[in-house]
């Protein structure tokens, strides 16, 4: 079965980096875009980053962009999620997704696999 794993989630410092990353099984990564998403206390799943097929396409919520880097190893399996200059206001659990297409969505209900989620605090 597809198995998303994610790790590197933790507490940093306002200012501080963490770098996400998703590791993939079951399916047939090299033709799946990816995604990062996060969710909040009391708020909808939102949209971070995605990443085409390739990793020649890239897109971010304008809130990261600048401080967030998606790319992928294929030949790993996984995908990472860079983030330097954390803010506050960035704390949620962050969730990787794989869709069964090769170019990137935007949206929650465009990916079909999710993995379990890490928790990224950032203290103020």
């Known amino acids: 079965q597809v198995q998303l794993v994610e790790s590197g989630g933790g507490l940093v410092q306002a200012g501080g980096s963490l770098r996400l990353s998703c590791a993939a099984s079951?399916?047939?990564?090299?033709?799946?875009?990816m995604g990062w998403f996060r969710q909040a206390p009391g708020k909808e799943r939102e949209f971070v980053a995605a990443?085409?097929?390739?990793?020649?396409?890239?897109d971010y919520v304008d809130s990261v962009k600048g401080r967030f880097t998606i790319s992928r190893d294929n030949a790993k399996n996984t995908v990472f999620l860079q983030m330097n200059s954390l803010k506050p206001e960035d704390t949620a659990v962050y969730y990787c997704a794989a869709r069964g297409g090769i170019e990137l969505r935007t949206r929650p209900y465009e990916y079909d696999y999710w993995g379990q989620g890490t928790q990224v605090t950032v203290s103020s």
């Open positions: 079951g399916l047939s990564f090299s033709s799946c875009a």
């Open positions: 990443i085409n097929w390739s990793g020649t396409s890239t």
